[in-house]
Every structure is written in C-alpha cells, then in structure tokens.
C-alpha cells in the first residue's frame, strides 16, 4: 500500500488548519458574506497598498512568462534597504516556503529541531516532514525560554525557530536575551530567527535581526510581505543570512518559487511607506481599543506586539462558536493546548468594534 509508503515522518503528519474562509462560515449558519468580521489570520485590514495594486496591473501584460527566478529586482532593493548583499537573500514563496528550504536542508531522520511549546505551527510540519524530531521546551510567561531551549539542544539539534514576535501569543524578546542566547548555541546549530511581525514593534529593546547577523554566522532571518506589507494571499516572504546560507538554500530553492505579480508588488509595497505607517497606526490604535475593552470586560489577556491578541475568555470553545453565530470569525488557539484563549487580529477600527460588541453579548 503506497500511503503506508509515504515517508515516516509524513505519515504522522496533520495538515495547517488555516482559518475558515467567510464563505464557508457564511453558508454554515445562513449569513451575509459581506456582514462577516475576519479578524483570525493575522492579515493587514488595510487591504493592499495602491502602489502595490499599480505594480500588479502593469505586470499582468507579462503573465505569459516565467517570473525573474532570481528576484534580482526585489533583491536589490531589500539588500539596499537593508545594508546587505543580495547574495544573502533568498526570497520564498511566503516565509512559509523558507522554513521548509530550512527543514529540507537541516533536518533530517536521526536529527532534530528545537522550538516553544507555544510556536508557529508550520516549525512541527516542517520539522516532521523531514523525518526529524521535535524537542518542544516549555514556555515562560506564555514566552520563550531561552534557557530551556539552549539546555535542550544537543549533539543531533539542527535547527531552533524562534519567532520574535510570536506567533500566536505575541510575545517577544530582548536583544540581549537573543545575544545571551546566541553565546550558548553551538556553532553547528542554525538558528532560524522569525521576524513575520518584525514591522508592529516600536519596542526599543527589540532587536533587529538583521544587526544580529554580522555576529552570527549561524542565524537566518525570515521576513515576509504577508503582513505589515499587506501581500499575503500573493506569497512572498524573504530570509537574510550568511551567503553561504542562503546559497545552500537555494539550492533546493523551486526555480520560480515567487511569481512576477509577488514580485512586482512586493518591490512596489517596499517603497511605499506611507501604507506601512499607516498599517502600524492602524494596528496600535487597534491593539489599545481590544486592550481597553479587555481590561473593561475583566478578561486577561497575553500583553502583543504583534497584529493579534490573545484573551482569556474561559470556555474557548464555547465562546468561539458563538462569536461564529454573530458572524465574528477569530482563532481558537485549541491546537496549541491554550484551551481558555482566543486569539484576535487586529482589524480596522469598526471591525475591532463588531467583535467586541459580539464578545460582550456572548460572555
Ligand atoms: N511565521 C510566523 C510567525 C507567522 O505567524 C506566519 C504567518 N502566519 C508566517 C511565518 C508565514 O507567513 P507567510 O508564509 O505568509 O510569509
């Protein structure tokens, strides 16, 4: 029997749930499309920026061509953003596709990988695809703890994710907690640094990891487009690293992971700083208004500096599916066992509202 077949780590594999579509949600329970808030997946509410929309509609007239699989143009513009070579940028179709270059080059049967029991939920698929272990260490304070995470990795680690800020609890870590970390990890072991919300934090001790990277030649950072960008559905994500690096990587790297439309909108998204403030405005603003309500409401909740919050509300479950009937759809946190939160993105300022009316009325 093939299936049987299909590698072992495969085998036990269950696949991301990403979060229900508005149409699906709205036939379940005979509501309007349009009358439905979506505040579950971390998107940017603005919409895509104009400038990203213009670079789109110029380039459609190409579609009949492969996409540039170098990204030069991108490239060049984040390696002059950033003070990097564009020798150490490999861009993936969404970071998603660059934590799975890092499993498929890193990990392996006999290996393992090392990150928080509270992590990203693409660290286990990518790890258990290839066949490696996971070594899950405890959280701190709903955090990362470092310690714990640098005591766990041994002579088989390959590779430790960390996302800064974390996906789903909003947590976040100090430069000096990074750098105190980075002195305990051996050489060998890559550390993938996941800056996905890197553009919300205004934090003056949150590091950034690109001023990480001089120092070690161990570290990858993935950034992406999804978010502060406002690209997600166009799948466009970046990592920064050692050339030597990003060269293994692009090893097994699919020759045109990013399409041209990804390509020319995410350069144009680049260049447009008023939408990116506008988005972190958006997101701060938001932030406080859920905060304000929480605190009015009595509910903890696990301070962010994401895009999303999470609350305490009790009965997740409970309260997800009755969000769900007032046509709120937010994310239940069930697969990482935080059975009594609820996780929020933060939305525009009337869609924070129709949630927060709909929480009241359920609780
Ligand atoms: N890392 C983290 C921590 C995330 O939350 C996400 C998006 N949910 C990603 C990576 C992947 O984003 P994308 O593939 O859209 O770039």
């Given at each position: 029997d093939f299936l049987k077949l299909a590698n072992a780590g495969i085998q036990g594999l269950m696949p991301y749930q990403p979060g229900k579509p508005v149409e699906e949600v709205a036939r379940e329970l005979n509501l309007d499309p349009d009358s439905i808030v979506k505040l579950a997946s971390n998107e940017n509410p603005h919409g895509p920026g104009q400038q990203a929309l213009n670079a789109i509609q110029r380039e459609l007239t190409e579609l009949a061509r492969y996409p540039d699989g170098s990204g030069y143009r991108l490239k060049a513009a984040l390696a002059q953003k950033l003070g990097l070579s564009p020798r150490q940028i490999t861009l993936g179709n969404g970071s998603n596709d660059?934590?799975?270059l890092v499993g498929r080059c890193w990990l392996a049967p006999g290996r393992n990988a090392v990150y928080s029991e509270y992590a990203f939920a693409v660290y286990p698929i990518t790890t258990q695809a290839a066949g490696a272990a996971h070594k899950v260490v405890p959280a701190r304070d709903w955090g990362h703890d470092l310690n714990a995470m640098a005591q766990a990795i041994d002579e088989n680690t390959g590779v430790v994710f960390i996302a800064n800020p974390n996906n789903p609890t909003g947590t976040w870590l100090s430069e000096k907690q990074l750098r105190e970390f980075m002195a305990q990890v051996p050489e060998q072991v890559l550390v993938v640094l996941d800056e996905a919300y890197f553009e919300y934090v205004e934090e003056s001790v949150y590091p950034d990891g690109v001023a990480l990277l001089q120092d070690y030649p161990n570290l990858l950072v993935c950034r992406t487009f999804s978010k502060a960008y406002g690209l997600a559905s166009l799948?466009?994500?970046y990592s920064l690293s050692s050339v030597g690096i990003a060269e293994t990587l692009n090893r097994v790297r699919q020759p045109f992971n990013v399409n041209s439309l990804a390509l020319e909108a995410a350069l144009a998204a680049l260049g447009d700083e008023a939408y990116l403030q506008q988005s972190v405005i958006t997101n701060k603003a938001g932030m406080l208004q859920l905060e304000t309500a929480f605190r009015e409401l009595g509910l903890n909740y696990i301070?962010?500096?994401g895009n999303f919050i999470c609350v305490d509300v009790g009965?997740?479950?409970a309260v997800?599916?009755?969000?769900?009937?007032e046509g709120v759809i937010v994310r239940p946190l069930r697969p990482y066992r935080m059975n009594n939160?609820?996780?929020i993105s933060i939305?525009?300022?009337e869609e924070n509202?129709?949630?927060i009316d709909a929480l009241k009325k359920v609780l």
């Open positions: 660059l934590l799975d799948r466009v994500g301070p962010s500096v009965d997740a479950e997800n599916q009755a969000l769900l009937k939160h609820l996780r939305g525009l300022p509202q129709r949630f």
